[in-house]
């Protein structure tokens, strides 16, 4: 392997990425380690393995680290404005696990829109949840964000919660008003925890003089996908902290989920996306006037774009009624969309899209017939808890048709597309109201409990 000169490669700074990319391009060292490749492999035809290291002495060790590491998370906090930063290589789903590891036992309050991660820590950790019931705007399906009047009430009427916690930005782009229900939480003595899976690239918005108050890290615990929406691989995320908490503490939670075997091409990947970020920080602002040229030409043409006072600027969600079938065709002209599901389509952008990219979606999209979407989902059906979700996930079970459940208990989660919200999760009754939206939104059998 030929060796290059990486600090000509790179101007900006990511050490630890350096080092992991200095040991994978030492010729002189002999590997008697993990893993069973030993960098010798060719993966993809790329010399990729050379990369793919484990914990030694040369390299790093996520849960001891030493110099590079730690100074490449404590550069994520500066970057991100918050107190302490971890890294992951699990993804968000395990910083959702994290996070909630510090409330073992205790009631928490959720927007019912959260990811099946979340659902499933609370269920192991035995955390009571009370959920606020997120609304559809009437006209095109789309999921809304909780509102603060709505975590007030809860809060009001609940005084033994101790967290909230909510998903802003939700997939659809629409973003919740943290700085408001950040202050309500600080009112009433609870944590605030926001899983920003989708948001890492919102705080380079903030300082903007015409963007809107996003406060994406103004959290007690946020937790980052950065490789949702910033240069990293998949699987590398992080957990912010906004309280004084030591690393050894996270990390002590962490291990109660993660595999002791992180990837280290994760790790430095999420260095190497920081490093660039800190550098590049304009880059995004400029993929945002793009996006917005390409939102102004389809609205002009009479396509739904969807869009809200707090909405994230790198994302474009088109609502219509033959929505499956464009995306159908825009797949077959090598346009491939995040998501569609229902009236809307999902489009995920960067500054790593090409200007080529921006014209090959723009010219296919105009070149759509657009139907006007049509509102299908009713109110959305609250439910109760008959028996705690663990009880109900690892007891007996059997499948039975939706119509012959009503006032079972449900023994595994429900969460169809659309709307992607979860319509039971394990240990609540079926209610009628639960069975007849469930059968709108096709879902013919539930597994509910033996009991």
Known sequence: MNSIDITAEMDFNANFYKKIRQYGENNGIHRFHMPGHKGAEKFFGTDIAAYDVTETEKTDNLFFPKEELIEAEQRAARLFGV?????????????????????????????????????????????????????????????????????????DKDKDISAVFLTSPNYYGLCADIRSIKEICDKHAVKLIVDNSHGTHLVFFENCSDAPDYCSHMADITVDSAHKTLPSLTGAAMIHFNFEISREEICSHMLAFSS???????????????????????????????????????????IHVIESDLYDPMRLCIAAKNAAKIDLHLRNKGIISEMQTGNLIVFMLSPFNSDEDFSAIENALLEEHFECPEHNIKPFPETTMAIPSKKAFFGKNTETDVKKAVGMIAARAVIPYPPGVPILIPGELITKENADFLMINNTKKVTVCEI
């Not at 990811?115 to 606020?132: C, G, K, Q, R, T």
Request: proline share 3%.
């Open 83 to 155: 107190k302490r930063t971890v890294f992951l290589a699990g993804g968000a789903t395990l910083g959702n696990q994290t996070a909630l590891s510090f409330f073992q036992g205790r009631k928490i309050l959720f927007e019912r829109n959260i990811h099946i991660s979340a659902l499933n820590a609370a269920m192991l950790l035995d955390i009571e949840p009370v959920f606020a019931y997120n609304g559809f705007d009437s006209h095109t399906d789309v999921v809304l964000p909780i509102s603060p009047d709505e975590i007030q009430k809860k809060l």
């Open 260 to 302: 002791t075997s992180p990837s280290f091409l994760i790790l430095a990947s999420l260095d190497y996306a920081c490093g660039w970020c800190e550098k590049n920080k304009v880059r995004f602002q400029e993929t945002s006037n793009k996006v917005d040229k390409l939102k102004e030409k389809l609205k002009s043409q009479g």
